[in-house]
């Protein structure tokens, strides 16, 4: 808690002799009903209308008569914006929300998989593989040409090879970032149809049951 104490102006010198005593940190926590002390507030009733501006014990007397809460949602205007609500409902609903949050911000996975410009059809068709199964899987992949020796003066082979394979795998994603030169490497981005974690996770579980591999998804 942090006190502030004051006495009064002592004949010898001038003004107040003021003491602050820190003894924690400052709450940061939201105040609500009787928490909340200052003269007037902006008032916001139950259905966001606005009351305009009120004593605070005028607000507190709405809240109470609605069986709501008083709570203050912008403690630094001046004066501080006050709300009636159901302030357990709207922690939850805050909290829901923070949740929600922290899974859609959650990395997006990179998998990198690597070619020869003169790869032939087999190791070609496996690659192709891995990266339809990342794709399915909802991962990004970053795909690299490693040129070496003379093959660096044929980018042009680098170019078709992952224009091949973005043309092959783009029922399962698209293109996020097109062919560049990297060094003696040239890479691609491919990102994953939106929903594709979903779709596997739905095919996986049909595969669980006995259903049929190749049913379509129910929507």
Known sequence: MRSFSCTRPSPRRDGYHCRIELGGPISTETR???RIRVPEVRLVGP????????????????????DLDLVEVAPDARPPVCKIMDYGKFK???????????????????????LRPKIDDHDYETKKGHVVRFLEAGSKVKVTIMFRGREQSRP??????LQRLGNDVADYG??????KQDGRNMTMVLAPHKG???RQKAQESRERSGGPKNAPDES
């Open 32 to 34: 609500i009903n009787e």
């Open 47 to 66: 259905n966001s209308e606005q009351v305009g501006i009120v004593r605070v014990e005028d607000a507190l007397r709405l809240a109470y008569e609605a």
């Open 196 to 198: 594709a974690k979903t």
């Open 156 to 161: 042009e082979l680098g170019y078709r090879l």
């Open 92 to 114: 939850y609903e805050a909290a829901q929300k923070q949740r929600e949050s922290r899974r859609n911000q959650q990395m997006t996975v990179i998998k990198e998989q690597k």
């Open 174 to 179: 698209f293109v996020e970032t097109s062919a």
